[in-house]
């Protein structure tokens, strides 16, 4: 399905860009959706804030981009559930995003003002989005790995990175799905009386 440049059609954005990259795909009242379909819906993706933040305003929507960073999705997709049960990665698992690592760096240097700079290298332009997303992924779980999680609606495919104060947040949005589940509760005590 091709998406209008600059209309991101999704249900939560503005997450880190690790997470945001998982919510590419989610599901809703027509069906399960994927972003990253095609190459328009991934410049729809690159021209989202958290990815403009990272990434400056020009990265390429090519198909080679588009293929790497669909390798760097499923292997934070396959990781998105060990930080929500508390376990470590497994070897497989930790291979697929060190896979996407591995074609990129990080170079410092003394840079002409006399500050220190970090400059991101990869191995070809088109790693850059998928690098930067599996970076952003060890820097959430470097920081409060705890705070990385799914949505409490099973029916729902998206995830979060908790940033309430008393780190209790359980829903994508309290308008979609926390609201759904206050009905569903509402619904079951009134039958039930």
Same mark, same amino acid.
């Given at each position: 399905?091709?998406?209008?440049?600059?209309?991101?059609?999704?249900?939560?954005?503005?997450?880190?860009?690790?997470?945001?990259?998982?919510?590419?795909? $989610?599901?809703?009242?027509?069906?399960?959706?994927?972003?990253?379909?095609?190459?328009?819906?991934?410049?729809? $993706?690159?021209?989202?804030?958290?990815?403009?933040?990272?990434?400056?305003?020009?990265?390429?929507?090519?198909?080679?981009?588009?293929?790497?960073?669909?390798?760097?999705?499923?292997?934070?997709?396959?990781?998105?559930?060990?930080?929500?049960?508390?376990?470590?990665?497994?070897?497989?698992?930790?291979?697929?995003?060190?896979?996407?690592?591995?074609?990129?760096?990080?170079?410092?240097?003394?840079?002409?003002?006399?500050?220190?700079?970090?400059?991101?290298?990869?191995?070809?332009?088109? $790693?850059?989005?998928?690098?930067?997303?599996?970076?952003?992924?060890?820097?959430?779980?470097?920081?409060?790995?705890?705070?990385?999680?799914?949505?409490?609606?099973?029916?729902?495919?998206?995830?979060?990175?908790?940033?309430?104060?008393?780190?209790?947040?359980? $829903?994508?949005?309290?308008?979609?799905?926390?609201?759904?589940?206050?009905?569903?509760?509402?619904?079951?005590?009134?039958?039930?009386?």
């Amino acid at each position: 399905m091709p998406h209008p440049s600059g209309a991101d059609p999704r249900p939560l954005t503005g997450e880190p860009l690790a997470i945001d990259l998982l919510n590419t795909r $989610w599901i809703d009242g027509d069906g399960p959706h994927d972003l990253l379909d095609s190459v328009s819906g991934l410049a729809v $993706w690159l021209d989202s804030p958290p990815v403009r933040e990272h990434l400056g305003p020009d990265p390429a929507a090519d198909q080679a981009s588009l293929d790497r960073l669909l390798l760097a999705r499923a292997a934070l997709d396959a990781l998105a559930t060990t930080t929500a049960l508390r376990d470590p990665a497994t070897p497989e698992q930790a291979a697929r995003l060190n896979g996407v690592l591995a074609h990129g760096r990080i170079r410092r240097a003394l840079g002409a003002d006399g500050l220190p700079e970090s400059v991101v290298e990869v191995d070809e332009p088109s $790693w850059l989005p998928a690098w930067y997303a599996a970076d952003n992924r060890l820097r959430l779980v470097a920081d409060r790995p705890d705070r990385i999680r799914p949505c409490a609606n099973d029916a729902c495919v998206l995830h979060f990175y908790d940033v309430s104060k008393n780190g209790t947040r359980r $829903w994508c949005s309290m308008a979609g799905c926390g609201n759904r589940a206050k009905a569903q509760r509402h619904y079951a005590r009134r039958t039930r009386a």
